[in-house]
């Protein structure tokens, strides 16, 4: 519902060396693998790409490289804070705004959130969660870097999230335009790549 979701689609905007471009995407058609890993045909085989760790890493480059900017949500999210997620929220609210999100505050511990990252996707929960993930990583707090990694883990766009064409297709021209577009902040793989000769080895051929 309009309630649970901040928007309904997705819109663009150890070091492993990156591939060309020219060779990580040769192809216009995608296809989505159980809503969570998107498919794309290369010149020498196939890309399997995990949408979520894929879009963790579009958010954080673009939070880390100072380039992100907000989008204004059609339905604000309002929150009510816990006593320490409210502490946390005053002591961290102006490194948040200067990484895209945007606030108002009402009476007691309620603030509503009416911004967020340019190509973030969330629910009300997903915000919950980032809150309560700030507050363990309290000491933290002044690491950029890591704050950037709670914000993108928590506004990526989600495994069994169904993409459109056009949403896969920007996901995937983003990854390959990022700095190291082949891990996420976590350092888990975000793509996969098979070969035609793995695959005839496979069947033998």
Request: charged residues 25%; negative net charge; hydrophobic residues 40%.
């Amino acid at each position: 519902s309009p309630a649970d979701f901040v928007q309904e689609t997705f819109i663009p905007y150890p070091e492993i060396p990156a591939m060309p471009y020219a060779t990580a995407r040769e192809t216009f058609e995608f296809w989505q693998l159980h809503n969570t890993y998107i498919l794309a045909q290369t010149s020498t085989g196939l890309i399997i790409v995990d949408q979520h760790a894929g879009h963790e890493r579009i958010i954080y480059e673009s939070i880390i490289n100072n380039k992100v900017s907000s989008q204004r949500l059609l339905f604000p999210i309002t929150l009510d804070l816990s006593p320490e997620e409210y502490r946390i929220y005053i002591k961290s609210k102006e490194l948040l705004e200067s990484m895209g999100l945007d606030f108002k505050e009402f009476s007691g511990r309620t603030i509503v959130i009416d911004a967020l990252p340019v190509e973030s996707r969330a629910t009300r929960e997903d915000l919950k969660e980032l809150f309560s993930e700030i507050v363990s990583v309290n000491k933290q707090l002044n690491d950029r870097r890591e704050l950037a990694k709670i914000i993108a883990c928590h506004t990526a766009i989600k495994a069994g999230q169904k993409l459109l064409p056009i949403e896969m297709q920007s996901l995937i021209d983003s990854l390959f335009a990022c700095e190291n577009p082949f891990i996420c902040p976590h350092g888990r793989p975000t793509v996969i790549k098979i070969s035609l000769d793995d695959l005839e080895k496979r069947f033998g051929r």
